[in-house]
């Protein structure tokens, strides 16, 4: 499998919008005018996190992104995500979603996630995280292949997540 991460720019941003109004994007991410604002706000550097489309044997095949926890521990995000600020600065978060559902269970997340990561510890990244919806079974299956482990449940605004770190021996 040949994977690449491109930066989101504006002329992806169709693309995007088409992912998030399916089913299987809707029942774990945002409002879709709300999530394309957050990435029209990273493409033009209103917010520190880092947009990519996955490219898979020159396929875009989905979205991953990482954000900065310090720049989390303030309002709106510190009160929507009080856990945020149980973590040092140093940590990143990791968000994925899946382009089209004929995409999933099929192990693209874990692998995905998996190069991804490792390209965030060659730019020195160590404390890594990731916040599944607690119900989100499919998603927390794929992560913890990609070498993340259960650290516990936490509250937030819209309901219940499940914090995982990166502790690395990811299975294949």
Same mark, same amino acid.
């Given at each position: 499998?040949?994977?690449?991460?491109?930066?989101v720019t504006h002329q992806d941003l169709q693309l @995007?919008?088409?992912?998030?109004? #399916?089913?299987?994007?809707?029942?774990?991410?945002?409002?879709?005018?709300?999530?394309?604002?957050?990435?029209?706000?990273?493409?033009? &550097?209103?917010?520190?996190?880092?947009?990519?489309?996955? *490219?898979?044997? !020159?396929v875009p095949t989905g979205y991953i992104q990482?954000?900065?926890?310090?720049?989390? =521990?303030?309002?709106?995000?510190?009160?929507?995500?009080?856990?945020?600020?149980?973590?040092?600065?140093?940590?990143? &978060?990791?968000?994925?979603?899946? &382009?089209?559902?004929?995409?999933?269970?099929?192990?693209?997340?874990?692998?995905? @996630?998996?190069?991804?990561?490792?390209?965030?510890? =060659?730019?020195?990244?160590?404390?890594?995280?990731? !916040?599944?919806?607690?119900?989100? =079974?499919?998603?927390?299956?794929?992560?913890?292949?990609?070498?993340?482990?259960?650290?516990?449940?936490?509250?937030?605004?819209?309901?219940? *997540? @499940?914090?995982?770190?990166?502790? &690395?021996?990811? #299975?294949?």
């Amino acid at each position: 499998m040949d994977c690449r991460f491109q930066p989101v720019t504006h002329q992806d941003l169709q693309l @995007l919008r088409a992912w998030m109004e #399916t089913p299987h994007w809707q029942e774990w991410w945002g409002e879709v005018d709300t999530e394309i604002g957050y990435i029209k706000d990273m493409i033009e &550097g209103r917010d520190s996190t880092r947009p990519f489309v996955f *490219v898979i044997d !020159d396929v875009p095949t989905g979205y991953i992104q990482y954000w900065f926890l310090r720049d989390a =521990k303030q309002p709106p995000w510190s009160s929507q995500s009080p856990w945020v600020l149980d973590f040092d600065d140093e940590t990143i &978060g990791v968000d994925l979603g899946i &382009g089209e559902a004929a995409h999933l269970s099929i192990g693209i997340g874990s692998r995905v @996630l998996r190069a991804f990561v490792a390209q965030r510890v =060659k730019e020195g990244f160590t404390k890594i995280i990731i !916040d599944p919806d607690i119900e989100n =079974k499919r998603a927390i299956h794929a992560y913890e292949k990609a070498g993340f482990v259960r650290i516990r449940e936490a509250d937030e605004q819209d309901g219940s *997540v @499940l914090l995982m770190q990166w502790k &690395g021996n990811p #299975t294949s």
